[in-house]
């Protein structure tokens, strides 16, 4: 199974928004409601951001969002704030008869 | 409040074994599937493994099957990772990892413990 891919680095300056992709196929991120985006600082365990496409745990500002079409996903970032600088993953399920999640490569936000 | 705290990591030679645990609390630990995922270093994340709530249940990632047991102790709140005929390329940060449903698994890993490094080098 092979990563999702999305871009290696994005950037914004604060108050701006910024969207990071993550493109699958149809057997995970086309196929299932099961996406998800973490953020990463560094030294830092992964925070979900996002489940389900667009959905938000309770905690994460509504500043964060995302959504899907076809096979790529996309986490946006809106009113760019200096803590959002990370790295942030996508993720999805990936089988149909097993428990199998696959992530995305990672990209780097930087706050310009 | 949610807690996972993982141990057992450090050096090991290729081809030997470690064994992880994670202890969990804060939460009804027999109701969530719970995940180890790894990081190499200055790499991505990478799922490894995952285990249903009753521990009927266990999957592997590919690069893993084979080598890895996961299993867990309800009656003790822990997880564990048995690893065995480790080779360089499973140096990383280990972490377990929560799944967000109830009694179901929604595929989202909502708490995530703080990570053990494992490496892996003669």
């Known amino acids: 199974q092979s990563a999702l891919t999305q871009p290696p680095s994005a950037s914004g300056s604060p108050g701006q928004s910024v969207t990071i992709s993550c493109t699958g196929t149809?057997?995970?991120?086309?196929?299932?409601?099961?996406v998800s985006w973490y953020q990463q600082h560094p030294g830092k365990a992964p925070k979900l951001m996002i489940y389900e496409v667009n959905k938000r745990p309770s905690g994460v500002p509504d500043r964060f969002s995302g959504s899907k079409s076809g096979n790529t996903a996309s986490l946006t970032v809106s009113g760019l704030q200096a803590e959002d600088e990370a790295d942030y993953y996508c993720s999805s399920y990936a089988g149909s008869n097993n428990f199998h999640v696959v992530f995305g490569e990672g990209t780097k936000l930087t706050v310009l | 409040e949610v807690q996972l705290v993982e141990s057992g990591g450090g050096l090991v030679q290729p081809g030997g074994s470690l064994r992880l645990s994670c202890a969990a609390s804060g939460f009804t630990f027999s109701s969530h599937a719970i995940n180890w995922v790894r990081q190499a270093p200055g790499k991505g994340l990478e799922w490894v493994s995952a285990?249903?709530?009753?521990?009927?249940?266990?999957y592997y990632a590919d690069s893993v099957k084979g080598r890895f047991t996961i299993s867990r102790d309800n009656s003790k709140n822990t997880l564990y990772l048995q690893m065995n005929s480790l080779r360089a390329e499973d140096t990383a940060v280990y972490y377990c990892a929560k799944d967000g449903g109830n009694l179901v698994v929604v595929y989202a890993m909502d708490y995530w413990g703080q990570g053990t490094l494992v490496t892996v080098s003669s």
């Open positions: 149809s057997s995970d991120v086309g196929g299932y409601k099961y």
């Open positions: 285990i249903s709530g009753s521990g009927s249940s266990t």
